[in-house]
């Protein structure tokens, strides 16, 4: 077997302190094409506990020079690292469509994002604010600081899979605490090619470890005691167990989980850009965004039209492999995730709602050898069907008819998650009020549920996560601790709360 960073060989190593090396298990797993498993992209570490336990090793011995570095010359080495993200843009945007599916301007879109998120984050090296306060007594100085916590354990998905790295490691190293990053199986290069980046910064060795491989590598990194940060994107079964896991050794656990996303359009709606919006919202990346907009609920009054309409144009999609011009929509990103989609097809099916558009797998000609689904659009779905409380992650939107407003927002807050919801309205009072009363962490209003920027939080409620926000300088907060410090200059004793004038 070799094993070297170098793409021509196709087999790709481990980062652990500042070397790429093989796993102790000496397997290897296979990364594949989604639109066409022939392609082989290339074969990855199937990492072991223990691989995981050296490379948090030596984290933890890099984090006692890391978190001296001031805080600016740590931002400027990630100024470089978004500088040759830049560069390599294209060529990381091809990889990425190639390892998922998600057409090449969207994978542009995903890189374009780790760009976004690290400037922003190499700005926060010479912010990254405190709070300085008057103090209750006479010649005594108070004030609060952020530090770091140590080694942050970063596990991540596969659906975004340059941009939802950036957002956990490049906060995380802004802070002054060093990474063991566990990438999802499915997308081993894009997180790679991230990673190659931060060391050709200047990122230095040990400070950012990659370990490529399953859960066994994510379990090591939510439950070893050296980990003080679990950081952990994925679905909420799995979201679950890692914040089991983290609990019994109080790890700070930041957790992104599932997503049934709502759009509602009003009867007031701009029609025609709604239908735009849905398409963009439950299509787009093949619906396989956290954010995707799986429910649609439609005032009654317009319900038939935008129905007509949003099937017309769903089936106008086109499918195929996203690296080819003029592709809409890519693939499932597995068989499993396809397997997946086809089942709650039949559920759907079996639960009585009218399969308006799509409701197959593609699978003759150029689609034989990938994961490829119809565009598929439920009508008459009662908000009590599997098909409109569970995550389907794939391209099914189901449509449902609303009366009012109020009954709009019962239907949208009335499932498990609470990721992003929007509406459609020319009427400023009720996009106002459906703001208020929509509890989830995103809202818009006349547009999909995707399309978050990275300098405002992001996160969600519920099932969708456990109260911390990534992006935006909400992110510092998951990736340090405040301590608050009195300097008393008085040269005597003075007690706070009792020697008051
Ligand atoms: P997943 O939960 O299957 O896997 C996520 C990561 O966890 C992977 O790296 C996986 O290898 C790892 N993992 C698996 N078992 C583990 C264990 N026992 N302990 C620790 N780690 C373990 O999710 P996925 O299929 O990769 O991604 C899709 C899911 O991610 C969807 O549910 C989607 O909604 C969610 N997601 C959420 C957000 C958000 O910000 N809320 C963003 C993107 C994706």
Redesign the pocket.
């Known amino acids: 077997m070799r094993t070297s960073d170098d793409t021509s060989t196709r087999v790709f190593s481990n980062l652990v302190d500042g070397k790429w090396v093989a796993s102790s298990s000496g397997r290897l797993f296979d990364n594949r094409n989604p639109a066409d498993d022939r392609d082989l992209i290339g074969r990855f570490q199937e990492s072991t506990p223990e691989d995981a336990e050296r490379a948090i090793a030596a984290a933890a011995r890099a984090y006692e020079e890391w978190r001296f570095v001031p805080a600016p010359r740590r931002a400027e080495i990630l100024f470089r690292a978004a500088q040759l993200i830049v560069e390599r843009k294209e060529s990381f945007a091809r990889d990425m469509t190639r390892e998922m599916g998600k057409v090449l301007e969207e994978t542009r879109g995903d890189v374009q994002e780790a760009i976004d998120m690290t400037y922003f984050m190499a700005g926060e090296g010479r912010r990254m604010y405190g709070q300085t306060v008057p103090s209750e007594l006479r010649d005594k100085f108070a004030m609060s600081v952020r530090q770091p916590l140590g080694v942050c354990g970063i596990?991540?998905?596969?659906?975004?899979p340059m941009a939802?790295p950036s957002w956990k490691i490049v906060p995380a190293l802004v802070c002054g605490n060093t990474v063991v990053f566990?990438?999802?199986?499915?997308t081993p290069l894009s997180a790679i090619n991230f990673v190659k980046v931060l060391e050709e910064a200047g990122i230095p060795p040990g400070v950012v470890n990659l370990v490529t491989g399953?859960?066994d590598v994510?379990?090591v990194?939510?439950t070893h005691e050296v980990i003080k940060v679990v950081s952990?994107?994925?679905?909420?079964?799995?979201?679950r167990?890692?914040n089991q896991?983290a609990a019994p050794g109080f790890k700070k656990v930041h957790l992104?989980?599932?997503?049934k996303n709502i759009i509602i359009v009003m009867d007031d709606a701009q029609l025609e850009l709604a239908v735009e919006g849905c398409l963009w919202g439950g299509f787009g990346t093949t619906g396989q965004?956290?954010t995707a907009a799986s429910r649609v609920v439609v005032h009654e009054k317009v319900y038939e039209e935008f129905l007509g309409e949003f099937a017309r144009r769903a089936k106008a999609l086109h499918v195929g492999n996203g690296a080819q011009d003029g592709v809409q929509v890519g693939p499932s990103v597995s068989e499993s995730q396809l397997a997946t989609v086809m089942k709650y097809v039949e559920i759907g099916k079996r639960e009585g709602a009218t399969l308006v558009t799509g409701g197959h797998r593609l699978e003759q000609g150029e689609y034989a050898r990938g994961w490829f689904h119809e565009p598929t659009i439920f009508g008459d779905v009662q908000p009590s069907m599997r098909i409109a409380q569970e995550?389907i992650?794939g391209p099914v939107v189901s449509v449902m008819r609303c009366g009012s407003l109020a009954e709009a927002v019962e239907i949208g807050n009335g499932v498990a998650y609470g990721?992003s919801a929007s509406i459609y309205t020319r009427n400023v009072n009720t996009a106002f009020a459906a703001m208020r009363d929509m509890y989830t962490g995103i809202f818009y209003v006349n547009a999909p549920t995707i399309g978050a920027e990275v300098h405002l939080p992001?996160?969600?409620t519920k099932a969708?996560?456990n109260g911390h926000r990534?992006a935006g300088i909400a992110a510092l907060d998951v990736f340090s601790e405040w301590k608050s410090i009195y300097v008393d200059f008085s040269g005597r004793l003075q007690r706070a709360q009792i020697d008051v004038e």
Do not use: Y
Not at 155 to 160: A, K, L, R, S, V
């Open positions: 596990i991540t998905p596969w659906n975004f939802i566990k990438p999802s199986s499915l399953g859960p994510g379990t990194l939510s952990f994107t994925g679905s909420t079964a799995v979201g167990l890692v896991n992104e989980m599932g997503g965004r956290c995550e992650f990721l992001f996160g969600g969708t996560g990534e």
